[in-house]
């Protein structure tokens, strides 16, 4: 089947090309072969070029004075009528130059400059339903298969007031920036949502939206359906996990999932589930989902980066997760890599470190288990000063774009200052959609360089040396990495472990972690050694021998 043919040219004495050349590249990346005219096109030669290369559609750009381009669209709309055929018009310019194009009924598409790239995809892939759910696609999955390679957006929001979290989320979704809202609801909800005569009142909207009553849900739904529809999706519950799961799915047909294996329980203080429990009911709770088809992500690995674990556990945690999700039947699953976590990788060994997760997840990939990149910044990257937090906000994006994620979870950039209002996230998302107008198409390849790759490689290595010793550890116990009780008893003995965790007699771990070029590494205390991960295990396998000795003693 022969390719569609777009012609482009700026016309009249207008010699900006690079919008129209730009548009012409995204063509192509979609299958349209190209003629690009070229700066300062007369009406005259434009129709004589329509003429002979017949194209289906004819794309004109002007980014001069509003005034002059006047003459020019009127006579292309007197003149085209006396073409032998009749193709799509489309109209590039400046917002004044935008404005008169739109009074011309020729143009089916016009890009004034504030739209975004995914709306020309999606007009190239001639999506006929405008402002419907149907042109944006009802789940997760079809959003992400209408916009790739422009990733889907994603943003937290929940203010601790809910009639303004309402009418933020009203007026994020007429914004159209956003793909997904994942509501934050506020820790008593989390945790107490069935269980109400336990919420504090003073505690009310600690973290997040006030979420009382399954009406509220459903508004917040309603809210949504405005603008792009973006999806909803929201923080899954601390206690009384299933009952919550099922009302999310209810009332905001939750998009997906997201579920640690080992927090949001005694480890971390968010709950009170002693963490054998936890495992186990994530891991339930992970099959519940995967039952009725619904994607998940094991949000997992970043818990150990945000406290202080060395580069090497997050990414043996990346694959356990997977590994756990494909286990447990999961169709479409979110493997989530949070950049610039811990604070103080350099941003070349960050790199290494998400690289070194992707490498040991996706070889789990199959037609039965589909992987998909979710990407997003750090929380402790950002300043409080709110300038500089917006750099830091595009530097993050600008490297998350090497792996070509699925999806980006937008963080507001005032997160140091102050909880996201609609107005911030709305700011924070325009942030990133200008990095990624201006990374999409490029092949620079970061993830090529000498230093990113051996780190890269290092870091594999080194977490299958944990996976392995787990494994071998725990040969008597069925599949051991996907058995809660052989994590649960991992994270107590210090296999995996992290700085944060409070020690006790449950938590005996000895992990210390600095940062050595660029990288977070595992350490010891008394004679400063670096801890290559056979080493740091075969200390902890003598701790514990020292101490069933002197027990037995």
């Not at 070029?517 to 008394?526: L, N, Q, T």
Request: hydrophobic share 40%.
């Amino acid at each position: 089947m022969k390719n569609k043919v777009i012609l482009g040219a700026s016309i009249g004495n207008c010699v900006h090309v690079a919008g129209v050349a730009h548009f012409l590249s995204l063509a192509e990346k979609e299958g349209y072969e190209t003629k690009f005219l070229g700066p300062a096109v007369s009406v005259e030669c434009l129709l004589e070029n329509i003429n002979i290369y017949r194209p289906d559609m004819v794309a004109i750009g002007y980014r001069l004075t509003p005034e002059n381009v006047k003459g020019l669209l009127l006579e292309i709309d007197n003149r085209r009528e006396s073409l032998d055929y009749k193709p799509i018009w489309i109209f590039g310019g400046t917002k004044p130059v935008a404005k008169v194009a739109k009074k011309y009924k020729m143009f089916s598409y016009i890009s004034d400059g504030t739209d975004d790239i995914n709306d020309s995809i999606r007009f190239l892939r001639g999506d006929k339903e405008k402002n419907s759910i149907n042109s944006y696609g009802e789940t997760l999955i079809e959003r992400i298969k209408e916009n790739y390679p422009y990733p889907v957006i994603r943003h937290h929001f929940g203010l601790p007031n809910l009639e303004k979290t309402i009418k933020g989320i009203e007026k994020i979704s007429k914004a159209k920036v956003l793909d997904v809202l994942s509501i934050g609801p506020d820790q008593n909800a989390q945790q107490f949502f069935f269980n109400k005569k336990n919420m504090k009142n003073q505690f009310d909207g600690a973290g997040g939206v006030p979420i009382r009553t399954t009406e509220d849900l459903i508004n917040l739904k309603k809210a949504s359906k405005y603008g792009n529809y973006p999806l909803l999706r929201c923080y899954s519950g601390t206690e009384d996990v299933f009952k919550y799961a099922n009302m999310l799915v209810d009332t905001i047909q939750n998009a997906w999932t997201a579920i640690p294996l080992s927090w949001y329980s005694e480890l971390d203080g968010r709950g009170t589930r002693p963490i054998e429990k936890s495992i186990l009911e994530a891991q339930q709770l992970i099959k519940w989902h995967a039952d009725r088809n619904i994607p998940v992500e094991i949000n997992e690995p970043h818990h150990w980066g945000l406290r202080d674990a060395h580069d090497v556990i997050p990414v043996a945690m990346a694959y356990i997760s997977a590994y756990n999700a494909k286990k447990l039947g999961v169709k479409d699953y979110i493997a989530q890599y949070m950049f610039n976590n811990p604070n103080g990788l350099s941003l070349s060994m960050d790199l290494a470190r998400v690289l070194a997760m992707v490498e040991i997840v996706e070889p789990l990939e199959d037609e039965s288990f589909k992987i998909y990149r979710e990407t997003r910044a750090g929380l402790p990257l950002f300043s409080a000063d709110m300038d500089v937090a917006k750099g830091q906000l595009a530097a993050s994006t600008f490297m998350q774009m090497a792996i070509k994620p699925h999806i980006i979870h937008v963080v507001a950039y005032c997160e140091a200052d102050h909880a996201a209002s609609a107005n911030d996230v709305i700011a924070s998302c325009k942030i990133v959609k200008g990095v990624i107008k201006h990374t999409l198409s490029e092949t620079f390849s970061f993830e090529k360089d000498e230093k990113v790759l051996d780190r890269k490689e290092q870091l594999v290595k080194e977490a299958k040396v944990l996976l392995n010793f787990i494994d071998d550890r725990f040969s008597n116990c069925e599949d051991p990495l996907a058995n809660s009780e052989v994590l649960a008893q991992c994270i107590k003995n210090g296999y995996i472990d992290a700085v944060h965790i409070v020690k006790n007699d449950k938590f005996n771990g000895t992990l210390a972690t600095k940062f050595v070029d660029g990288k977070c590494v595992a350490y010891d205390k008394e004679t400063v050694e670096i801890l290559s991960e056979n080493t740091r295990l075969k200390k902890l396998i003598e701790r514990e021998k020292l101490s069933n000795k002197n027990k037995d003693e």
